[in-house]
């Protein structure tokens, strides 16, 4: 079965800090890998996918297969980077994409 | 704007009484989801509809069901809700097809049960 396990339920840096919002899968296929992110009163949306590789409001994450992870990370951070932060793995069910969430971490980036 | 709609937004009903959240896209998805979001827990997949194609997950209770009658429309039904079913319950659609790979997520029922 698989798993998504964020260790950090709060995390809280500075603005201008980098900041690294940690997640570990555990999976027995080929992994897929998404970051979604929730900012306050707004629905849960995409952030960004491993296999594109793109960078999106400053937000990279690679994933490790060797350390079954799949990081977030930003060099600088700012404040409206402040929200509730969802890793999730990705399997079919027949045609249908099902996703595993993490339990997510609240960032607040302080002024 | 094409979205997904959740009705009502905050619902409260008490212990063993019936209770019907609603769901609507406008996105004409194949693919529609209900997960359950317990406080500080992350979102549980309970069952999902591709086009009429029901598929429960193994371990949702029998207790909660759902009813899509046509593409946009998708409902979940709490036959006899517990304490325990209090929750936040997000509807989400995606495309369906194997190169799509984003869920896209009404912003969700806040369900009371006193």
């Known amino acids: 079965a698989q798993r998504v396990t964020q260790p950090e339920k709060l995390l809280s840096v500075f603005k201008g800090a980098p900041v690294e919002l940690k997640c570990n899968y555990s999976y027995s296929g080929s992994p897929e890998l998404f970051w979604y992110v929730q900012y306050s009163r707004q629905r849960l949306q995409l952030l960004l996918r491993?296999?594109s590789r793109e960078s999106i409001k400053g937000f990279t994450a690679d994933l490790n297969k060797g350390e079954t992870s799949f990081h977030l990370k930003k060099p600088f951070a700012q404040e409206e980077d402040s929200a509730m932060y969802y890793c999730a793995l990705s399997k079919f069910s027949g045609s249908a994409r099902q996703l595993t969430f993490g339990s997510g971490t609240q960032l607040t980036v302080l002024p | 704007d094409a979205m997904v709609i959740q009705n009502p937004r905050y619902q409260v009903t008490q212990f063993g009484k019936p209770v019907t959240l609603s769901c609507s896209q406008t996105?004409?998805?194949?693919?529609m989801y209900w997960y359950q979001q317990k406080s500080s827990q992350a979102p549980k997949l309970l069952f999902h509809y591709y086009d009429k194609d029901f598929n429960n997950e193994a371990d949702t209770p029998d207790n909660f069901q759902s009813r899509r009658p046509n593409t946009s429309f998708c409902f979940l039904d709490i036959r006899s809700p517990g304490l325990g079913d209090a929750a936040m319950y997000l509807c989400?659609?995606?495309?369906?097809?194997?190169?799509?790979?984003?869920?896209?997520f009404g912003p969700g029922t806040r369900l009371t049960v006193t």
């Open positions: 491993h296999i």
């Open positions: 996105l004409n998805h194949n693919v």
């Open positions: 989400a659609t995606s495309r369906g097809d194997r190169v799509s790979y984003e869920q896209y």
